[in-house]
DNA sequence: TATGCATGTTCGAATTATCTGAAGTTGTTG
DNA sequence: CAACAACTTCAGATAATTCGAACATGCATA
């Protein structure tokens, strides 16, 4: 049960190469020369192949041998990244880091803060997971998530955690241009309104029953995702309601959206970064940092 | 200049695993426990941190442990793959083989071929490489190529190569519908033809001067990379020329060319496969052999 | 609660692997 | 031809790994 290869003997064919000798590679390793030579002859002995032609006076690599220092320089360095990146993660940079955002927010809101986060070269797998409603704090509880961006403060469960507040989400009661209610006299009002579709997005959190969405009228509904969802279904005019007014933007501004007045108005929602106040690590406490700063984050919400 | 992480520490962090302890361990390794101990210990000092918490009755894996341990699992395989792959290469595989074919043929007549080797599992990277006219045998002589698919006859340089006839290419004298030669009488004279540029394919050899294609007259030319190129070009009615009768049988049947009688007809070429004599790689004679029989390779000439 | 068994560690000694130094062979260069 | 370089062989020295016995601790069962 003995394996032929091993990252010492490659890093005594790396060193024969470069410095073109047995007695180059014994220098460099602070060995001599027949130490080179018995751990070569060692290598083609478990492997049982020749690796250096000794025909000439000097030993030239076969073909086989050339492809073993060619792949095996791979190895070595895996080997060496490998020791590396253990020891960061031993460092307290954890393996894997979940984000969950809050679905009001796009997705693009955290790239600056991954992309910098990549730069710093820690072995850390970041994942990224959309949450709507109450889904951000079920997410977070439950550990399926280690941090969420855009937590609101209506839904947070019993248990420590840290909390940073992030600025507020304005909503907008938009229509498409022309949907009836385009042309309905305003502010509109409740009996209005429920003549027509809802658009809902789907809580996410797994705690509540699939559905409850705080509507318990009998308002006909048409469920979708996610916000993006949301505002394709309001644009295509197959449903109404509320929409965060900076992710519509672009859509009020070129007509795609009417906001309209209604007579009872949404108020706007804190949004927070949020994670278990006992949790430390440090890619965790990267992106709390980072993300507390991000202008890319805060420049969807009113501070 | 020591290496923390060795081969054999990482397979026992990975049968300490599977196996669900130290000495569970030690008895797939046929060691004893404290060997395992030792190892473990040892790994841990040279890396300098703990791969394993021991404040139970048995040992778990720190985060660190568990990322070393996953990680190193890639290793292990990747240095058995080496040793098994280096062996293949000193019993004769390549690491590499260049096979030239000539332009005449379409590239994905090699396709079955390789798909074929490749599922023999050997580490041989396969290159195909086109050449035009002389090119074939010019790659082949000076070694830019390991063995030529559609080598002919005409221009086989000195020097002791094994060839293997594959069959003929028949040449058809071809031009788009709406071309001013589709209307002229046939059988077609060299000074009808003189009047229109003449598509050319720019021999790849780099033996003789560039443009040198056996023309030397003062018909304007239209010098294209390919063979591919040059039944474009002829398509869209830019040049006239003889193609391979075999590569436009489905331009010929919808009438996007249309092959006319010249008065000078150009003769079928054999086409060959060529190596070089002493050539004998495992790969190169299983591309000979295979090769030799291919349909998909027939059928694009007479045989 | 006591007992038996499993798990992992410590430690000195045994065993194995690797390295060293000296002598030797062969090729290359001035 | 002499000097030097390159690599090998071989016995002995050194270092690394494994072993076996004793020990400490946790867990399950009677």
Redesign the interface.
Known sequence: ?H??????AL?VLDAIDRKGSFAGAAGE??RVPSAISYTVQKLEED????IYDRSGHRATL???G???LE??R??LE???N??H???Q??QGW??RLRIGFNTLLPAECLFPAIRAFYDLGV?VEVQIIEEVFAGSWDALQSRRVDLIVGADQLSKPAGTFTTKALGKMNFVYAVAPDHPLAAATQPLAEEDIARYPAAVAADTSRSLPPGHAGIFRRQPTITVANIDQKIAVQQAGLGVGWLPESRIRSQLREGQLIALDVHDVRQPIMLHLARHAEDQGKALMWFWKTLSQSEELTSWLET
Request: aromatic share 6%; hydrophobic share 50%.
């Open positions: 049960m394996t032929a290869i091993t990252i010492d890093k390793l602070f492997l049982n192949i020749a076969t073909p086989a050339r492809y073993l792949e095996g791979t190895l895996a080997a060496e490998l020791a990146t253990t020891k993660v031993a954890e393996t072995p």
